[in-house]
């Protein structure tokens, strides 16, 4: 399996349908990964614990953790099984890597930014869905080195998909058809042109090495993902760029996959 990131943008994603990231998502199973999976876990920049933590339910809850949307963003369900089995061996692989403790939610479902990608990459729901959580106050290379430890799953059957945001500033959100601004478009070509031609360690560095790092991430909860990713895709990994599209004049859509 190859590992992937995605920018999963604004929530409203899920019944917006002139967003291009929307179709980009929707023509997945067809046109970027025809394989089925066993199981999917995601990293969502929405779930944020204080040591890793696995999600362990038969089925996933979906989790409204916006306000203020249309009420039909309210009504949308996405039911996927859980899957406690791969939610144990995420937590035995990451104790075995040294991560010492790592805990297990026995309750929690899916946040927006697992269901939202989902629900429009694998519409029938019917592939089971486990959710790892993001450390905010730890760095890029923590991120990296918790998804190099889970590179076995590669092997097994399990797709590894990192969902947040290329850039993710939403004090600096523009109306929407608004031309991209500046820093955002500096820090999303150096983020492109570093994952191309393999400068991870830049990436896990992107704070002092990024033009305008951080005004695209004044909280690193949407980038964490992207180097769980990345990780995971193990040793000698190349990248790909599978989609580039832009929101609100900031909100970058900009997606990779890992080889």
């Not at 306000?67 to 099984?81: D, I, N, R, V």
């Not at 993902?225 to 190349?238: E, S, Y």
């Amino acid at each position: 399996m190859d590992t992937f990131f995605i920018s999963h943008g604004a929530p409203t994603l899920a019944i917006d349908e002139s967003q291009p990231a929307r179709h980009f998502m929707e023509s997945w199973q067809d046109k970027i990964f025809t394989q089925r999976p066993k199981a999917i876990l995601i990293i969502s920049g929405h779930w944020e614990t204080s040591v890793p933590t696995v999600n362990v339910v038969d089925r996933n809850d979906t989790i409204y953790d916006f306000y203020g949307f249309p009420k039909p963003m309210y009504e949308l369900k996405y039911p996927a099984p859980g899957a406690p089995e791969l939610a144990q061996r995420v937590k035995e692989l990451l104790t075995g890597a040294g991560f010492k403790d790592v805990k297990e939610d026995k309750a929690r479902g899916l946040d927006h930014g697992a269901w939202v990608p989902l629900m429009l990459m694998y519409p029938k729901a019917d592939i089971p869905v486990c959710q790892l959580s993001i450390q905010t106050d730890m760095d890029g290379t923590y991120h990296f080195n918790m998804g190099r430890a889970l590179t076995p799953l590669r092997e097994e059957g399990i797709l590894v998909i990192g969902s947040g945001s290329a850039t993710h500033n939403l004090r600096a959100i523009r109306i929407a058809g608004g031309p991209v601004v500046p820093w955002a478009l500096d820090f999303d070509t150096w983020l492109r042109e570093s994952i191309l031609s393999g400068r991870y360690e830049d990436v896990n560095h992107y704070e002092k090495k990024a033009p305008s790092g951080k005004m695209a991430h004044p909280w690193p909860d949407h980038f964490y993902p992207l180097h769980v990713a990345l990780g995971a895709a193990g040793a000698n990994a190349k990248a790909e760029l599978i989609h580039n599209s832009w929101s609100h004049g900031s909100l970058s859509y900009t997606s990779f996959r890992f080889t």
